[in-house]
Protein backbone atom coordinates (compact mmCIF):
# COMPACT_ATOMS: atom_id res chain seq x y z
CA UNK A 1 0.00 0.00 0.00
CA UNK A 2 3.07 2.24 0.26
CA UNK A 3 3.88 1.87 -3.47
CA UNK A 4 3.47 4.79 -5.49
CA UNK A 5 0.93 3.93 -7.81
CA UNK A 6 -1.10 2.92 -4.81
CA UNK A 7 -0.76 6.05 -3.27
CA UNK A 8 -2.06 7.60 -6.39
CA UNK A 9 -4.87 5.20 -6.85
CA UNK A 10 -6.37 6.07 -3.31
CA UNK A 11 -5.46 9.97 -3.56
CA UNK A 12 -7.55 9.84 -7.00
CA UNK A 13 -10.75 7.42 -5.59
CA UNK A 14 -10.88 10.26 -2.61
CA UNK A 15 -10.30 13.12 -5.01
CA UNK A 16 -12.19 12.27 -8.12
CA UNK A 17 -15.24 10.90 -5.63
CA UNK A 18 -15.35 14.11 -3.64
CA UNK A 19 -14.78 16.66 -5.80
CA UNK A 20 -14.62 16.04 -9.25
CA UNK A 21 -17.91 13.86 -9.76
CA UNK A 22 -19.56 17.07 -8.07
CA UNK A 23 -17.93 19.82 -10.64
CA UNK A 24 -17.88 17.86 -13.45
CA UNK A 25 -20.66 14.99 -13.53
CA UNK A 26 -19.62 12.96 -16.35
CA UNK A 27 -17.78 9.82 -18.51
CA UNK A 28 -14.97 10.87 -17.37
CA UNK A 29 -14.90 11.04 -13.80
CA UNK A 30 -17.57 8.28 -13.87
CA UNK A 31 -14.74 5.56 -15.21
CA UNK A 32 -11.80 7.28 -13.19
CA UNK A 33 -13.39 5.85 -9.84
CA UNK A 34 -13.62 2.62 -11.51
CA UNK A 35 -9.88 2.37 -12.28
CA UNK A 36 -8.48 3.64 -9.38
CA UNK A 37 -10.88 1.05 -7.57
CA UNK A 38 -9.39 -1.65 -9.63
CA UNK A 39 -6.39 -0.89 -8.31
CA UNK A 40 -6.48 0.15 -4.94
CA UNK A 41 -9.03 -2.17 -3.44
CA UNK A 42 -6.83 -5.47 -4.49
CA UNK A 43 -3.90 -4.32 -2.88
CA UNK A 44 -5.69 -3.25 0.45
CA UNK A 45 -7.35 -6.60 0.62
CA UNK A 46 -4.01 -8.57 -0.15
CA UNK A 47 -2.45 -6.24 2.17
CA UNK A 48 -4.70 -6.89 5.04
CA UNK A 49 -5.19 -10.95 4.07
CA UNK A 50 -0.84 -11.17 4.24
CA UNK A 51 -0.83 -9.57 7.40
CA UNK A 52 -2.70 -12.57 8.65
CA UNK A 53 -0.33 -14.96 7.31
CA UNK A 54 2.13 -16.63 10.18
CA UNK A 55 5.84 -15.11 9.12
CA UNK A 56 6.93 -18.70 9.08
CA UNK A 57 4.66 -19.53 6.08
CA UNK A 58 5.51 -16.48 4.41
CA UNK A 59 7.02 -17.00 0.97
CA UNK A 60 7.06 -15.43 -2.14
CA UNK A 61 4.86 -18.53 -4.20
CA UNK A 62 2.36 -17.78 -1.34
CA UNK A 63 2.36 -14.32 -1.57
CA UNK A 64 2.41 -14.60 -5.59
CA UNK A 65 -0.53 -16.59 -5.10
CA UNK A 66 -2.52 -14.79 -2.68
CA UNK A 67 -2.12 -11.84 -4.86
CA UNK A 68 -3.59 -13.38 -8.24
CA UNK A 69 -6.24 -14.52 -6.61
CA UNK A 70 -7.54 -11.70 -4.66
CA UNK A 71 -6.98 -9.76 -8.14
CA UNK A 72 -9.08 -12.09 -9.81
CA UNK A 73 -12.07 -12.04 -7.06
CA UNK A 74 -11.77 -8.51 -8.03
CA UNK A 75 -12.46 -8.30 -11.18
CA UNK A 76 -14.90 -11.45 -10.84
CA UNK A 77 -16.46 -9.11 -8.42
CA UNK A 78 -16.58 -5.54 -9.78
CA UNK A 79 -17.61 -7.28 -13.16
CA UNK A 80 -20.94 -8.98 -11.77
CA UNK A 81 -22.16 -5.93 -9.33
CA UNK A 82 -21.90 -3.71 -12.56
CA UNK A 83 -24.00 -5.76 -14.99
CA UNK A 84 -26.29 -8.26 -12.72
CA UNK A 85 -29.26 -6.83 -10.70
CA UNK A 86 -29.13 -9.02 -8.16
CA UNK A 87 -25.24 -8.92 -7.49
CA UNK A 88 -25.40 -4.75 -7.84
CA UNK A 89 -28.34 -5.37 -4.72
CA UNK A 90 -26.51 -7.28 -3.12
CA UNK A 91 -23.20 -4.89 -3.11
CA UNK A 92 -25.65 -2.05 -2.08
CA UNK A 93 -26.94 -4.14 0.70
CA UNK A 94 -23.80 -5.52 2.49
CA UNK A 95 -21.97 -2.30 1.94
CA UNK A 96 -25.13 -0.65 3.53
CA UNK A 97 -25.39 -2.60 6.59
CA UNK A 98 -21.33 -2.28 7.10
CA UNK A 99 -21.56 2.06 6.87
CA UNK A 100 -24.97 1.39 9.35
CA UNK A 101 -22.86 1.69 12.75
CA UNK A 102 -20.28 4.40 11.42
CA UNK A 103 -23.89 6.75 10.44
CA UNK A 104 -25.17 5.75 13.78
CA UNK A 105 -22.42 6.80 15.62
CA UNK A 106 -22.55 9.85 14.06
CA UNK A 107 -26.50 10.44 14.49
CA UNK A 108 -25.43 9.64 18.69
CA UNK A 109 -22.81 12.49 18.65
CA UNK A 110 -24.96 14.51 16.91
CA UNK A 111 -27.56 14.15 19.19
CA UNK A 112 -29.96 12.96 16.65
CA UNK A 113 -32.22 10.20 16.22
CA UNK A 114 -30.62 6.62 14.44
CA UNK A 115 -30.79 6.68 11.41
CA UNK A 116 -32.62 3.88 9.42
CA UNK A 117 -30.82 1.29 7.07
CA UNK A 118 -30.22 2.44 3.60
CA UNK A 119 -28.24 1.08 0.92
CA UNK A 120 -25.10 2.95 -1.14
CA UNK A 121 -25.61 4.09 -4.03
CA UNK A 122 -24.49 1.90 -6.87
CA UNK A 123 -25.12 2.05 -10.72
CA UNK A 124 -25.35 -0.62 -12.68
CA UNK A 125 -23.44 0.23 -15.90
CA UNK A 126 -21.77 -2.65 -17.72
CA UNK A 127 -19.52 0.20 -19.48
CA UNK A 128 -17.44 0.71 -16.28
CA UNK A 129 -16.39 -2.93 -17.22
CA UNK A 130 -13.34 -0.91 -19.27
CA UNK A 131 -11.84 -0.90 -15.95
CA UNK A 132 -11.19 -4.67 -15.39
CA UNK A 133 -7.98 -4.71 -17.17
CA UNK A 134 -6.71 -2.12 -14.71
CA UNK A 135 -6.37 -4.36 -12.06
CA UNK A 136 -3.51 -5.68 -13.76
CA UNK A 137 -1.90 -2.94 -12.61
CA UNK A 138 -2.81 -3.77 -9.33
CA UNK A 139 -0.82 -7.33 -9.70
CA UNK A 140 2.38 -5.63 -11.20
CA UNK A 141 2.55 -3.44 -8.15
CA UNK A 142 1.69 -5.94 -6.03
CA UNK A 143 4.65 -8.08 -7.12
CA UNK A 144 7.00 -5.34 -7.04
CA UNK A 145 6.32 -5.13 -3.52
CA UNK A 146 6.96 -8.26 -2.15
CA UNK A 147 10.59 -7.73 -1.25
CA UNK A 148 8.55 -5.04 1.65
CA UNK A 149 6.27 -7.53 2.54
CA UNK A 150 8.25 -9.96 4.20
CA UNK A 151 7.89 -12.71 1.14
CA UNK A 152 11.17 -13.29 0.32
CA UNK A 153 12.16 -14.33 -3.06
CA UNK A 154 13.24 -18.69 -3.01
CA UNK A 155 15.75 -17.57 -5.54
CA UNK A 156 17.61 -15.09 -3.53
CA UNK A 157 19.88 -17.72 -1.93
CA UNK A 158 20.81 -19.10 -5.31
CA UNK A 159 21.61 -15.58 -6.77
CA UNK A 160 23.93 -14.69 -3.76
CA UNK A 161 25.84 -17.78 -3.65
CA UNK A 162 26.17 -17.08 -7.46
CA UNK A 163 27.34 -13.55 -6.88
CA UNK A 164 29.57 -14.89 -4.25
CA UNK A 165 31.01 -17.31 -6.71
CA UNK A 166 31.88 -14.81 -9.17
CA UNK A 167 29.35 -16.04 -11.89
Known amino acids: MTRPLAIVAVLVLFVNDHVLKQAWPGLVTGKLSD ?3 MIFFPLLL ?3 AW ?3 PRARRDARL ?11 T ?6 TKTLPIAN ?6 W ?3 LWPLRALRAIFRGAALPGFARVVLVRDPTDLVAVPFVALAWLTG ?9 PDARAPVACAARTAGY
Open 46 to 48: HTL
Open 35 to 37: IAG
Open 96 to 98: GAM
Open 63 to 73: FDRMLVAICVA
Open 143 to 151: RSAKAWAGA
Open 75 to 80: AIAFAL
Open 89 to 94: DAYRVT
Open 51 to 53: TFV
